[in-house]
Antibody, heavy 118, light 107 residues
Framework: EVQLIQSGAEVKKPGATVKISCKVS????????MHWVQQAPGKGLEWMGL????????KYAEKFQGRVTITADTSTDTAFMELSSLRSDDTAVYYC???????????WGQGTLVTVSS | AIQLTQSPSSLSASVGDRVTITCRAS??????LAWYQQKPGKAPKLLIY???TLEGGVPSRFSGSGSGTDFTLTISSLQPEDFATYYC?????????FGQGTRLEIK
């Protein structure tokens, strides 16, 4: 069974950095790109970027470029999303997700709530 | 970036109703479009991929159609568990984008 288990909720001050993890099991970590999606409270879904665990290559949405870093650790089958220079509008649930054989986001983590507040 | 516009943004319907949600892309995405269902506090769930292919385990009352720029998600007979928010998403080009969502509420 494919599982993506994310780290727990975080509370950060404006200007700080948060790093969320996503540990996978049930499939070969390097077989699928790992994506991250942001969902602000009461809002829709926004794609942030992806990492290819095979070689660490990344692609980011323009909105987050320069503030987001997505990495993958093949020794622990874990992906990470780091977001810096946090501001109040970064308060959101962040999901990791993979594109499966369907070529769509078949599997999702449970989400990690990040609250940015002074 | 390719913009996806869903309509309506919200919809009230009754159990047993037939419901259609549309998704219009700002440029051709061929058939690289998916539909997701999301319930409060939960991650989105894939319903339809490649515009019209039903994901395994998804009830057959859900169907998708369209290609190019115009797509629809149809629920043939609403069940109580279908009241949720629905999103379309395109994979044709980066950045991957989602529609703004359609909130389906009980009438």
């Amino acid at each position: 069974e494919v599982q993506l288990i994310q780290s727990g909720a975080e509370v950060k001050k404006p200007g700080a950095t948060v790093k969320i993890s996503c540990k996978v099991s049930g499939y070969i970590f390097t077989d699928y790109y790992m994506h991250w999606v942001q969902q602000a409270p009461g809002k829709g879904l926004e794609w942030m970027g992806l990492v290819d665990p095979k070689d660490g290559e990344t692609k980011y949405a323009e909105k987050f470029q320069g503030r987001v870093t997505i990495t993958a650790d093949t020794s622990t089958d874990t992906a990470f999303m780091e977001l810096s220079s946090l501001r109040s509008d970064d308060t959101a649930v962040y999901y990791c997700t993979i594109v499966g054989p369907s070529s769509s986001f078949e599997y999702w983590g449970q989400g990690t709530l990040v609250t940015v507040s002074s | 970036a390719i913009q996806l516009t869903q309509s309506p943004s919200s919809l009230s319907a009754s159990v047993g109703d037939r419901v259609t949600i549309t998704c219009r892309a700002s440029q051709d995405v061929t058939s690289t479009l998916a539909w997701y269902q999301q319930k409060p506090g939960k991650a989105p769930k894939l319903l339809i991929y490649d515009a019209s292919t039903l994901e395994g385990g998804v009830p057959s009352r859900f169907s998708g159609s369209g290609s190019g720029t115009d797509f629809t998600l149809t629920i043939s007979s609403l069940q109580p568990e279908d009241f949720a928010t629905y999103y379309c998403q395109q994979f044709n080009s980066f950045p991957i984008t989602f529609g703004q969502g359609t909130r389906l509420e009980i009438k």
